[in-house]
């Protein structure tokens, strides 16, 4: 059996795993569905918290991961498809841009869906537990957006999922104008 690995940022409630993730061959979005496990083992992994990613708290020869508790996947690189397992499985799929939210995160990129891009029909039966998002960019409250060539989103942890055109916010635009145009009033300090 191949032990391949591939170097993944994992995203729990309060830290980021960074490390090698085994995967015997397949892509890790087979890993994570994986109904004959609920782990995830994870080599080299350096522990951090979310509030200040770039500080190491552990670092570990080799730990397990219990694979509901993770939000995110996040995969190093564009090599995240297993070149067997993609040759023999192509199916035809539509791609169509997507925004997702899940706790603490933002994760703006691309979906491939088999049907209509229906967020209700994505997060209700066409995918397993993981999503794969790809061409992605992360951004959370630490630091710049992250690149990635795929993140795998738990649906588990999925607030808001939009699926087709998407257009940037005006960033110039503040939390008391936003507040305004929903018909309430700005505190005063």
Known sequence: MTTDTLRAMLVTDEHLLVGEVPTHGQRLLENLIDPTSAFLHIHQVHICRRAAASESVQVLEHAVVVKKMLSLAVLSGKKHEA???????????RSSSAFLIVPGFEVRGEMHCRGLSDPVAILSSETGSFIPVTRATVSWGCGKPLAAGVVLVNKAYISLLQVGETRKADLATNA????QVLGGQPREN
Not at 83 to 93: F, T
Not at 176 to 179: A, C, G, M
Request: hydrophobic content about 40%; glycine content about 0%.
């Open 83 to 93: 070149p067997n397992v993609h040759r023999l499985a192509i199916v035809e799929k």
């Open 176 to 179: 008391s104008q936003r507040l």
